[in-house]
């Protein structure tokens, strides 16, 4: 259904999230919120950031529907 439904560490919440394809441009980006839906994205590896405070994760993503 692509949707993308983010579990952080003591049920934080994401303060802002943004999505990059293989080439590194943003092409999804949101604030304050857990659920995404990346049904509007190809199918290919992305990679989604996520910060919480003043903490940055990274981790790829394969979308494929």
Known sequence: NGVLNLSLKDNAV???IKIMNITGSVVF???RTNSLDLSSLENGIY???VMVGNRRGVKRVVLGK
């Open 14 to 16: 994401a303060d802002r």
């Open 29 to 31: 980006n949101c604030d």
């Open 47 to 49: 990679f989604l950031e």
